[in-house]
């Protein structure tokens, strides 16, 4: 029975938000959208309002270009009407869950071309800052770039490879694939370095940071580099990973992970932050293009 919430999948110790009891197997429920208030659309709104005017020159075309398939930006989607939509693009759709799900349950859902929305949306006092997916991370930061058709790709080879992730229990090392991409990529474009990371995208000031700031280290693609680093889950990043397409993120899905968990379980954990001789590094956006 999935009435009991996954603890292990809530931040630390405390068991993850959402109401567990009414989910299905594969830990999927209804949105009840009836159920959100006008004060939460209009938080939605607000969230909504504050990303949208600065993506320009800092979050990537082919995310620039998809938002507007969420629809109105005045109210939380209808999850069946945005999975019409999406379907046609791409043959993926919208299921809601209740919060953070089993990694199995998850991988199982984007293998399957169905990405899982979180039901619940922050509190207002949350509005900078929420330590889990709640619906306008989920939506915002994930959903545009389903639309886009090599992305779209990535998203369920990436989950058919953590099937086989979980047998091979590398599921730590793909978990961090997942932070170091679809959480926290960054994208070298013609205009300069540019984000597609949803945890990026959806963020009120790590979307600048990530693209502007000296601070952080931002390291070429390297698989195996990004499956040995550790990071951060309540800061902004102090390593991004910086990929030249999302054909090549494609590409590197394609083959068997096998023989490449068994060479990072060979070499030491790097911490976030750190930096390599020898590597590849992207300076900062200078935000002229
Ligand atoms: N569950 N609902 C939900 N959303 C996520 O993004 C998510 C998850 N469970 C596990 C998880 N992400 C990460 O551990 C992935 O790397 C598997
Ligand atoms: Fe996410």
């Known amino acids: 029975n999935h009435g009991v919430a996954p603890v292990t999948y809530g931040q630390g110790d405390r068991p993850p938000r959402g109401d567990y009891a009414t989910a299905r197997e594969d830990y999927t429920c209804e949105q009840n959208w009836s159920a959100y208030t006008p004060a939460e659309h209009d938080l939605y709104r607000r969230l909504y309002e504050r990303q949208a005017s600065q993506l320009d020159g800092l979050a990537c075309d082919e995310f620039i270009d998809a938002v507007r398939h969420l629809g109105a930006p005045d109210r939380i989607p209808r999850f069946d009407e945005l999975s019409e939509s999406l379907y046609q693009r791409t043959k993926w759709e919208v299921v809601a869950v209740p919060g953070l799900i089993p990694e199995e349950a998850f991988f199982s859902l984007l293998a399957r071309r169905k990405f899982p929305v979180t039901g619940w949306l922050r509190k207002p006092e949350e509005f900078d800052y929420i330590v889990e997916p709640d619906v306008f991370h989920d939506l915002f930061g994930h959903v545009p770039l389903l639309f886009n058709p090599v992305f779209a790709d990535y998203m369920q080879a990436y989950g058919a490879g953590g099937m086989k992730a979980s047998r091979l229990d590398a599921c730590e090392l793909l978990a961090r694939l997942y932070w170091y991409t679809v959480e926290f990529g960054l994208i ?23 693209v502007r700031s000296p601070e952080p280290s931002r390291v070429g693609f390297d698989l195996q580099r990004m499956m040995r680093s550790r990071y951060k889950i309540d800061t ?22 096998t ?10 954990e790097i911490e976030a932050g750190a930096v390599l001789p020898g590597e590849k590094l992207y300076s900062a956006d200078s935000g002229t293009n």
Request: aromatic share 16%.
């Open 259 to 268: 023989p490449i968990y068994q060479a990072v379980r060979q070499k030491e």
């Open 236 to 257: 902004y990043q102090a390593t991004y990973f910086v990929i030249e397409s999302f054909q090549q993120l494609f590409d590197a899905t394609a083959p068997d992970f």
């Open 188 to 210: 070298h474009t013609p205009k300069g370095i540019r984000a597609y990371g949803a945890g990026i995208l959806s963020s009120a000031g790590e979307l600048r940071y990530s």
